[in-house]
Each structure stands twice: as structure tokens, then as C-alpha cells.
């Protein structure tokens, strides 16, 4: 079993702005970092919170759940629906979904609803695709949130103690139609998570970043 991971400080690779919508494009996958430079977007829009389904399992979902984008590209970040948290994680580059899933809620196959109503709230490793430690979620109580800092790039809110910290300057968890722009000046893989609980270890809430092009510096 490994211990957190060891990276370069990365938070000044990243900006957080409001901005306005940008126009979606997508990449192919399954190329080699220069060549999918050539033909990954420099910006994309990525919707947290299905924007047609606002309300309920269905709006706890990153759309689309895997984004490739150029390096010094950005993500707008659309959020939807209420009661989300946004918190990016740099993860190594072979991790999966499946590598995500497997340590979540498991889900029943007929209503893909998670099997475990007290598995929320309960203490989790997640590791990535190299066993690296990604986050602990601590328990509830007294850990609301998805709020662990440890090698966290980016959080809508922080956790002091038991006090909640606030969704977004000036808004709220249930401001609808907030937009967070994020700029990704070095390449890798990011995972982005839904802070809260729930979102996250019940229902899956949780997306990628893929930044290419360049070297990995």
C-alpha cells in the first residue's frame, strides 16, 4: 500500500475566474500527447450538474465525465442544479473510472441507486490508478464534505473544524448557473469531484481532466 503522493506544487497552474460560456469541442482519444495537441481543444465547458436534469440522482453528474484539453487550455466549469462543491485532484495518468467506481458505493443493477444509505458518511481512501492516495473523506460527523487538502489543486469551499466553509464567494451550494473558469498550464490527468458527500461516494459525481501537449513540467 502507497503513501500519498509526492508532485510539484501545481496550485499556481491553475486560475479561478468567472467568465463567460465558451463553445464545446471535443478531441479524439487514445493518441500520444503531441498528436493529440494537434486536435484537443485549448478550452472546453464541462457541466456540473446534467443542465437538463436539475433536480435528484440525475443531476449528480459531470457532463461530459472525461474532458482532453490543450496545455494552457481551460475548463469552464457550468454548474447546475443545486448543492454541488467542485474540487480538483491531480490523479496519474492511467486512472480509469472503473479505478474511481470500484471504491465507491457499489449500485443496484436495476436502479443504480447506491446499496449502502450509511456508506456516505463513512471514512474512505480513494487512490488512483498507481495506488496513489487521491483523498481521505474523513467521516459525517464531522466532515461534511469532500474537504480534504492534502494535494488538492482547487475547492469551491474548505472546512475549518465543523464549520462549513461557503460554496463561492457571493453565492451559494444552490446558485444554478455559476460558471468557474479554470486554466490548466501543465499537462497530466485531474480528477474533479462533486465536495459533497453524498454526490460523490453515492451517486458518482466525479469527472476528468485530461491536459495534453508540451512536456509533463
Given amino acids: 500500500m502507497k503513501s500519498r503522493r509526492t508532485i510539484p506544487v501545481l496550485t499556481a497552474a491553475l486560475a479561478l475566474a468567472l467568465a463567460f460560456p465558451l463553445s464545446v469541442r471535443t478531441a479524439d482519444k487514445g493518441k500520444d500527447d503531441d498528436k493529440d495537441q494537434n486536435k484537443a481543444p485549448?478550452?472546453?465547458?464541462?457541466?456540473?450538474?446534467?443542465?437538463?436534469?436539475?433536480?435528484?440522482a440525475g443531476n449528480q453528474v459531470l457532463v461530459p465525465d472525461d474532458t482532453t484539453i490543450?496545455?494552457?487550455?481551460?475548463?469552464?466549469f457550468v454548474v447546475n442544479g443545486g448543492g454541488h462543491g467542485i474540487a480538483i485532484y491531480p490523479v496519474s495518468k492511467?486512472?480509469?473510472?472503473?479505478?474511481?467506481?470500484?471504491?465507491?458505493?457499489?449500485?443496484?443493477?436495476?436502479?443504480?441507486?447506491?446499496?449502502?444509505?450509511?456508506?456516505?458518511?463513512?471514512d474512505h481512501t480513494i487512490r488512483d490508478g498507481k495506488d496513489n492516495v487521491v483523498m481521505v473523506t474523513g467521516t459525517n460527523p464531522p466532515f461534511l464534505r469532500i474537504d480534504d487538502p492534502t494535494d488538492r489543486l482547487l475547492a469551491t469551499s474548505t472546512q475549518i473544524g465543523n464549520l462549513a466553509g461557503a460554496f463561492l464567494t457571493g453565492t451559494s451550494a444552490t446558485a444554478t448557473g455559476t460558471l468557474m473558469q479554470v486554466r490548466f498550464a501543465k499537462t497530466g490527468r485531474y480528477l474533479a469531484v462533486c465536495m459533497n458527500r453524498s454526490h460523490y461516494l453515492a451517486s458518482w459525481m466525479f469527472g476528468f481532466i485530461s491536459v495534453v501537449g508540451g512536456d509533463d513540467n
Fill in 94 to 122: 492511467n486512472t480509469t473510472r472503473e479505478d474511481i467506481t470500484q471504491q465507491l458505493c457499489m449500485h443496484d443493477p436495476v436502479t443504480n441507486a447506491c446499496v449502502d444509505p450509511a456508506f456516505a458518511n463513512a
Fill in 70 to 76: 490543450s496545455k494552457g487550455g481551460t475548463i469552464t
Fill in 42 to 56: 485549448q478550452d472546453a465547458i464541462v457541466n456540473f450538474g446534467d443542465p437538463v436534469t436539475l433536480a435528484g
